[in-house]
T-cell receptor, first 112, second 120 residues
């Protein structure tokens, strides 16, 4: 399984754009990159998923360079409610047992 | 439709007792996952099911832990002779397999609210 490395924590202010980068140097050809968000006392919630280049949805954007050895989750104009832990996962979704390693995540604190 | 449900939401038990945690996945989801999360920590994978089969049980912390899934739906995680270090939130998730998820253009795990287990 591809190992991921993320910053332990980040601070930001309301209205700013936040970029969280995840390193996954040994990503495999069939692996996808998925990000989850977890609020206190809740289970993680899917944010976005991608394979290459750029993916955008109503919540975030995901930037993946050509070598796919890293990815960046971009949260536009964060608010206090975006304070959460963000997890990066890498794995082959064709194998249910391959998307299991959540790691420690990045604890984002948004300040007023 | 209903999401993943787990019961009980909270469980306090005495050291040495057995506990059983239940997970009801989203209907039609063939994959089911169990995780454990200690206070302030990340998620620790325990076991997953593809249908009723658990291909890899190596993530279970000890032989006091077991899990089963019947009928491709409900799953139970059983902890025998509980210890204080078993105290954590136990999270269950379910998902489609990718070929099913192609219709929605994404593959994701849907998590339940968790069961908070406290062993005294």
């Amino acid at each position: 399984l591809a190992k991921t490395t993320q910053p332990i924590s980040m601070d930001s202010y309301e209205g700013q754009e936040v970029n969280i980068t995840c390193s996954h140097n040994n990503i495999a050809t069939n692996d996808y990159i998925t990000w989850y968000q977890q609020f206190p006392s809740q289970g993680p919630r899917f944010i976005i998923q991608g394979y290459k280049t750029k993916v955008t949805n109503e919540v975030a954007s995901l930037f993946i360079p050509a070598d796919r050895k890293s990815s960046t989750l971009s949260l536009p104009r964060v608010s206090l409610s975006d304070t959460a832990v963000y997890y990066c996962l890498v794995g082959d979704p064709n194998n249910a047992g391959n998307m299991l390693t959540f790691g420690g995540g990045t604890r984002l604190m948004v300040k007023p | 439709g209903a999401g993943v449900s787990q019961s009980p939401s909270n469980k306090v038990t005495e050291k040495g007792k057995d506990v059983e945690l239940r997970c009801d996945p989203i209907s039609g989801h063939t994959a089911l996952y169990w995780y454990r999360q200690s206070l302030g920590q990340g998620l620790e994978f325990l076991i997953y099911f593809q249908g009723n089969s658990a291909p890899d049980k190596s993530g279970l912390p000890s032989d006091r832990f077991s899990a089963e899934r019947t009928g491709g739906s409900v799953s139970t995680l059983t902890i025998q002779r509980t210890q204080q270090e078993d105290s954590a939130v136990y999270l269950c998730a379910s998902s489609l397999v990718f070929v099913q998820a192609l219709k929605t253009s994404s593959y994701e795990q849907y998590f339940g609210p968790g069961t908070r287990l406290t062993v005294t």
